[in-house]
Every structure is written in C-alpha cells, then in structure tokens.
C-alpha cells in the first residue's frame, strides 16, 4: 500500500478521520480533497485548478487522498494501488454531521480549506438524506468497475465502526511489529 484513496458513502462516514489515522500508522502523507477544493471563505476551485492539484499529488510515490468527488475520480483511481470504501448507515452519517458541526463551531478543521470556518445547513442534511441510496448504490458499481485494473491491488470494503476500528488498529499493530523488529 502506497497509493491509497479513501472513499465514503457520504459526508459524516468518517473518511477525514480514517484517511488522517491511517496516514499515522503508515507513516503516509495524507491529502484532504475539501481542502484542496475549498478556497478562503468557502470559494469553490475551479475544476481546472482541482484537477492540477490532484494530478500533482498523483504523481508522488507515496500518498493518501481522501474525500469522493466523482468529477477527478479517474485522476486518483489511474494511479491509486489501494482503494478503501466505508460505508456507515445513513442515520450515523447524519449523526457524525451535526457532531462535527457542533464541535467545531467557529473554527476551520485540519481537513478543510483554509478560512473555511464550520457551516452546516438544512440543505446539506438533506443532500446526505436524499442521496444516500442512489449515491451507495452508484459507489457499488464504480468499485466493481475497478476491478479490472491490473494496478488496484485490493479495494477493502469496511461497513461498520467495529471494521474499522479493527482494520487501523490492524495497521497500528503491524506498524508497531515493524518498528521493534527494525529497532
């Protein structure tokens, strides 16, 4: 695993907090696609201006890149050699949603774009509402797509919080082993 994108059913699964502790246990950089897309004050980037950024982080040898956004799918997923998807159900997502907003109330989170202070509106509870099946069930087919590539040595389905907390604390224990035996 050096190439390793984290993708998520929906905003709330986790994939900040999964892609930032799998990076610890890795020793992996890891690159949040939010703070890459959002600019100061909550200015999207153009689509133009997304893509460099992760055409750049492609091509290190080593990366983690967390967050969906199907338009630069296919800029990640060429290069990616691991794909890990969470999948939480939909009532936790919307859960994690308003915890998050309520815990950084005023402040702009490590993941984010800079002076992107936390927001949370009807609207986007409602989007992770209303999209969640069509967006699971459009996830489903897109992974079975990369199937094919020779590249993708595992895409790691975890559908529960015990999953994965058992697959970091894995990584955890294995990275743990490496450095007594190296030491």
């Known amino acids: 695993m050096k190439r390793i994108m984290v993708l998520g059913v929906s905003a709330g699964v986790g994939k900040s907090t999964f892609a930032r502790k799998m990076g610890e246990a890795l020793q992996l950089n890891v690159y949040h696609l939010d703070a890459l897309y959002w600019k100061p004050g909550w200015v999207e980037a153009s689509l133009e201006e997304f893509k460099d950024a992760q055409r750049e982080i492609v091509k290190k040898e080593n990366w983690i890149i967390e967050g969906n956004y199907s338009k630069t799918f296919d800029i990640r997923s060429k290069r990616a050699d691991t794909i890990i998807y969470l999948e939480l159900p939909r009532y936790i997502c919307l859960y994690r949603a308003v915890k998050r907003w309520l815990m950084n109330i005023g402040k702009t989170r490590s993941d984010m774009g800079a002076e992107c ?3 949370l509106d009807w609207e986007f509870l ?6 969640y099946k069509s967006r699971k069930r459009n996830m489903k087919e897109r992974l079975h797509t990369l199937q094919i590539y020779d590249h993708i040595n595992e895409i790691i389905y975890l559908r529960s919080k015990y999953e994965i907390k058992s697959y970091l604390d894995s990584l955890q224990r ?4 490496s450095f007594i035996i190296h030491s």
């Open 117 to 119: 202070k936390e927001k």
């Open 126 to 131: 409602k989007y992770i509402y209303t999209t």
């Open 174 to 177: 294995e990275k743990d082993r």
